[in-house]
Nanobody, 124 residues
Framework: QVQLVESGGGLVQAGGSLRLSCVAS????????MGWFRQRPGKEREFVVR????????WFASFVKGRFTISRDNAKNTVYLQMSSLAPEDTTEYYC?????????????????WGQGTQVSVYS
């Protein structure tokens, strides 16, 4: 059974940092492109960042603006999202994603696997 389990969310003051983790099981982690998305209430799930499985290339949403970094540890089947300079508008649920295809799709339905999400709340 494939599972993606996120952790690391929480409450943080504006300007602070958080590191999210996503542990994958039931799949060959090293062959999957991994990503993070977020979904604010009443909005569609939106792309944040992805990291390729082969050359570790990364893609970021424009709103990240250098504040977030993504990394992966294939030995631990884990992908990380390091977030800094957090702002109240970053408050939402963050989801881990895994796909064999490394392309960036407009429609989130094109991505294969999802975790249950972890809540990030930033207060001013």
């Amino acid at each position: 059974q494939v599972q993606l389990v996120e952790s690391g969310g929480g409450l943080v003051q504006a300007g602070g940092s958080l590191r999210l983790s996503c542990v994958a099981s039931g799949l060959t982690f090293s062959t999957y492109t991994m990503g993070w998305f977020r979904q604010r209430p009443g909005k569609e799930r939106e792309f944040v960042v992805r990291i390729n499985w082969s050359d570790l290339a990364t893609w970021f949403a424009s709103f990240v603006k250098g504040r977030f970094t993504i990394s992966r540890d294939n030995a631990k089947n884990t992908v990380y999202l390091q977030m800094s300079s957090l702002a109240p508008e970053d408050t939402t649920e963050y989801y881990c994603e895994a796909s064999k295809d490394s392309r960036i799709w407009t429609s989130v339905s094109r991505y294969e696997l999802w975790g249950q999400g972890t809540q990030v709340s930033v207060y001013s």
